[in-house]
């Protein structure tokens, strides 16, 4: 167990330090994070509408920040450039995450063109929103899944659990790492300039 918990930490570390330098990004990952928390919360009571709450807004703030305010040029701090970083990303770097939201942007899409997806819904019964929602439900189950179980071949059952643990309990970390983000983005600092730091 101590050994799980100390890959988890690891894994973590990791991710903040390489990925978390931009307080924009910062605070949009605490608005993901506290959303998260409330689709967690639903998930026992309505799980589609949770997953349209998880994608809507956990998801696009989450993967915005990365995509357009993480710095993505050479990494002073880590001495890493940002090609080695996503090299060797645990779980979903910018392009898996690019096939991610290719298939999450495809759902609506495909609900559009084919109403009731081929008899798995009654179109007449369920409406267009709850039929994509529960589309995104089974992406985000899968895409967690996927990844886990391809972290099992390409390194090892201990790696994948812990990733998917990681996953699963981000908001609730995230939300301790970041609740701060906003203030200091208000006082106009774009970087954290204590991402090498451990808190």
Avoid: C
Avoid at 70 to 92: F, L, R, S, W
Avoid at 125 to 143: K, S
Avoid at 164 to 188: C, E, N, Q, S
């Amino acid at each position: 167990m101590n050994d799980f918990l100390k890959n988890l930490d690891t894994q973590r570390w990791d991710d903040h330090r390489y990925y978390h330098h931009s307080r924009i990004n910062q605070t949009l990952h605490l608005v993901s994070a506290i959303s998260f928390v409330v689709a967690y919360a639903l998930l026992w009571t309505d799980p589609v509408l949770a997953a349209l709450i998880a994608w809507l807004v956990s998801m696009t703030s989450r993967q915005a920040g990365h995509f357009f305010f993480e710095p993505k040029g050479y990494d002073h701090v880590n001495q890493a450039t940002h090609e080695h970083k996503e090299a060797i990303k645990v779980g979903y770097n910018l392009r898996r995450k690019v096939v991610l939201m290719a298939l999450w942007a495809a759902a609506p899409l495909l609900v559009a063109i084919a109403p009731g997806l081929f008899g798995l819904f009654d179109p007449q019964q369920v409406p267009y929103i709850r039929q994509v929602g529960t589309l995104w439900l089974a992406l985000g189950v899968g895409g967690l899944l996927f990844r886990t179980v391809h972290l099992f071949f390409i390194a090892d059952v201990k790696t994948g659990l812990v990733w998917m643990t990681k996953v699963l309990t981000d908001p609730f970390h995230d939300i301790l790492l970041y609740h701060r983000a906003p203030l200091y983005l208000l006082r106009g600092q774009l970087i954290d300039p204590g991402v090498a730091r451990r808190g």
